[in-house]
């Protein structure tokens, strides 16, 4: 597996990582999931604007809408767009409705579910090192995140916010399984623009139609938001998404599935340093586990799929389209 490729993905995971403790600050100052989602988006949309200005200017390759794209790219793009905004409405609402330790358990399903759809589909093939590498990760992910559930202040399960996450997983399966073929070649800061524009629009409407309009002003009367803001729409939205779509594209949607699951270390990790939540030796057993499954990837046979080409790291931002500018 290219170096390049497994660093591009395990730096988006960090980076989403870190997430969960400034969704955490966010609700204490009076947000709302949606208001959240659609500062984050609008944030990073505007990060992602400033990276293809710059790309552009720089000699980079520019998409024309639509003369250097066929039918189907537009589609899987829009789509890829629309499992972006049903990833993050349904997580966040999730997170509201369960505790944040079942609703991850929900969510990070979705490698399992990439996987199973890669291979049934002749995508990607899955070998020894690959089953070995995903039950380990999922494993260390189940013994990160459920030793959070702490039995003596009850397990707050509701059907409906475990029902979400797990929706959430199935729009993240999707996202990353359109997003390595689909519309390759758009290169990947444009592709996060639309995405990010569709997200940040999307949550705007849910938090209107949901009664809570008011909660879209909150950073406005409350400037000290914005600085928690800006780090949440640039460190955990547009840089992560980005790299993450640049790995994907690199290595496949199974290995960056199961790298992704670095994301719930960091989240726990970084849960304790800030948030005072102490780590358990099962945690870190489990978070052992999932890095182990991470070296074992990057040692293991390369992808032998021949279902589409293996683009470098380095061309993974400006691809060139043929005819284009």
């Not at 969704?23 to 204490?28: E, I, L, V």
């Not at 999931?33 to 000699?59: K, Q």
């Not at 039995?151 to 979400?164: E, I, K, N, S």
């Not at 600085?227 to 690199?250: D, E, H, W």
């Amino acid at each position: 597996m290219p170096p390049k490729g497994s660093l591009i993905v395990l730096t988006a995971a960090v980076l989403f990582g870190i997430l969960g403790p400034l969704s955490r600050f966010a609700y204490q100052a009076g947000m709302e999931p949606g208001a959240f989602v659609a500062w984050r988006s609008a944030i990073g949309l505007g990060g992602s604007l400033v990276l293809v200005s710059w790309r552009h200017r720089a000699g980079g390759t520019r998409v024309t809408w639509p003369r250097d794209l066929g039918r189907r790219a537009i589609v899987s793009l829009l789509l890829a767009a629309l499992l972006g905004l049903g990833v993050n409405l349904a997580l966040f609402v999730g997170f509201d409705r369960v505790s944040v330790a079942l609703a991850l358990l929900g969510f990070y399903t979705y490698p399992a579910i990439v996987a199973v759809v890669n291979v049934v589909s002749g995508r990607e093939r899955i070998d020894g090192t690959r089953v070995v590498a995903l039950g380990l990760a999922l494993v260390g992910m189940v013994a990160v995140i459920a030793s959070q559930l702490d039995p003596a202040q009850g397990v707050r399960f509701d059907a409906l916010g475990f029902g979400l996450c797990l929706a959430a997983a199935v729009c993240q399966a999707g996202y990353v399984i359109i997003s390595r073929d689909e519309y390759r070649t758009v290169p990947a800061e444009q592709a996060l623009t639309v995405v990010m524009a569709v997200v940040a629009g999307g949550a705007v409407l849910f938090t209107i139609a949901g009664g809570h309009p008011a909660t879209l002003a909150v950073p406005l009367q409350q400037p000290g938001i914005l600085p928690l803001l800006l780090v949440a729409g640039i460190g955990t939205a547009a840089i992560p998404s980005i790299l993450l779509l640049m790995g994907i594209r690199v290595i496949g949607g199974t290995r960056a599935g199961i790298l992704m699951l670095v994301e719930p270390v960091v989240g726990v990790g970084l849960a304790a340093l800030l948030l005072g939540e102490g780590l358990a030796p099962i945690q870190v057993a489990g978070a052992v586990a999932i890095l182990s499954a991470a070296v074992l990837l990057q040692r293991g046979p390369g992808d032998r799929s021949s279902a589409a080409p293996r683009i470098d790291p380095d061309d993974a931002i400006g691809l060139h389209i043929p005819g284009g500018p």
